[in-house]
C-alpha cells in the first residue's frame, strides 16, 4: 500500500494528485494574493505524464493564520525543502507576476546550490528585477496600498469594500507585493535553462517593452509570447495561455528524450 503523502507537502501542495510514474511535474507559483486554486482546473489539461504541484504559500486558504513572507531569502529557507523532494523527477517552473520572481529566485537558488536543473521555467506578467522600476505599492498607507490594489484588478470590488476581510487579508497583500520587489543579489548571473515569457498586451503595469529584458535572463533559448488582455490575462484569456503552457512543456519534454 502507498505510503501516506508527508504533511508537509499537503501544505504546500493541497491539490496535488501524484501519479506513479510522472514524465515532468510543472511547480507553479501564484500571483500576489493568489493561492494555489488559481492552477486547480490545470491538472487534466496538461500534457499526458505531467504532474501539476501548485504551492500554496503561507498566509492564504488553509495557511491562513500562518504569517505571509515578505522576504526572498526567507521565503527560500522555508520553500526549498518543500520543493526539493519533489524534483526526484524531471521538473519545470510557472510563475505568474509575484510567482514569476519567485520562480526566478528558486532557478537561481538550484544552480546556486548545484541542484536539479529545471528543463524550463515560465515566467508570466512580470518585469525581471533589473527592469523593476514599478511603484513598491507595498510602502503606502493603506489607503494608498488599495487605492493601488484596485488598479491592479486582482481583488474583488466586494473584498475590498468589506472592512473586516480586508483587514484579514492585507497582510498578505502586503507581504506578497515585498516579495514582488525582493532582489536579495545573490548570484544574478544568467540562467542556462530555457525560459518562456508570457506577456499581457494590455498589461498597464508591465509593458511589453519591459518584458523583452527577461532575454538577458538565460543563456539558454529564450521566447516572449503576447497575449490579449491586461495584466490578469491568466483569468481573461486562460485557454490561450494554457494551451501555450502544454506548447512549452511538449517541447522541453521532448527535447531531453
Not at 511603484?135 to 493601488?148: M, N, R, V, Y
Not at 540562467?191 to 506577456?199: E, F, R
Request: glycine share 8%; proline share 10%.
Amino acid at each position: 500500500m502507498a505510503s501516506a503523502t508527508p504533511p508537509v507537502l499537503d501544505r504546500w501542495f493541497p491539490s496535488r494528485k501524484p501519479l506513479p510514474e510522472p514524465r515532468l511535474r510543472l511547480f507553479c507559483l501564484p500571483f500576489a494574493g493568489g493561492s494555489a486554486a488559481i492552477y486547480q482546473s490545470w491538472g487534466m489539461a496538461l500534457p499526458t505524464g505531467v504532474e501539476l504541484c501548485a504551492v500554496q504559500l503561507p498566509g492564504r486558504e488553509r495557511r491562513l493564520m500562518e504569517p505571509a513572507l515578505k522576504s526572498m531569502p526567507e521565503l527560500m529557507d522555508v520553500l526549498m525543502p518543500a520543493l526539493t523532494p519533489l524534483m526526484d523527477r524531471p521538473f519545470a517552473l510557472f510563475g505568474y507576476s509575484m510567482g514569476a520572481r519567485i520562480g526566478l529566485e528558486v532557478a537561481r537558488t538550484l544552480k546556486r546550490q548545484g541542484g536539479p536543473k529545471p528543463l524550463g521555467f515560465i515566467a508570466a506578467a512580470a518585469p525581471p528585477p533589473s527592469h523593476n522600476d514599478r511603484e513598491p505599492i507595498h510602502t503606502l498607507d493603506d489607503a494608498g496600498f488599495i487605492a493601488k490594489l484596485r488598479e491592479y484588478d486582482g481583488t474583488p470590488e466586494e473584498v475590498l469594500q468589506h472592512k473586516e476581510l480586508l483587514e484579514l487579508i492585507l497582510p498578505t497583500l502586503r507581504a506578497d507585493f515585498a516579495l514582488a520587489w525582493s532582489e536579495n543579489g545573490k548570484d544574478t548571473a544568467p540562467l542556462d535553462i530555457p525560459l518562456s515569457v508570457y506577456a499581457g498586451k494590455g498589461d498597464k503595469h508591465v509593458g511589453l517593452d519591459v518584458m523583452e529584458h527577461w532575454r538577458a535572463e538565460s543563456t539558454a533559448d529564450v521566447r516572449l509570447r503576447h497575449f490579449e488582455g491586461g495584466h490578469f490575462f491568466i483569468r481573461t484569456h486562460g485557454p490561450p495561455v494554457l494551451a501555450a503552457v502544454r506548447e512549452d512543456l511538449t517541447r522541453w519534454m521532448t527535447a531531453t528524450t
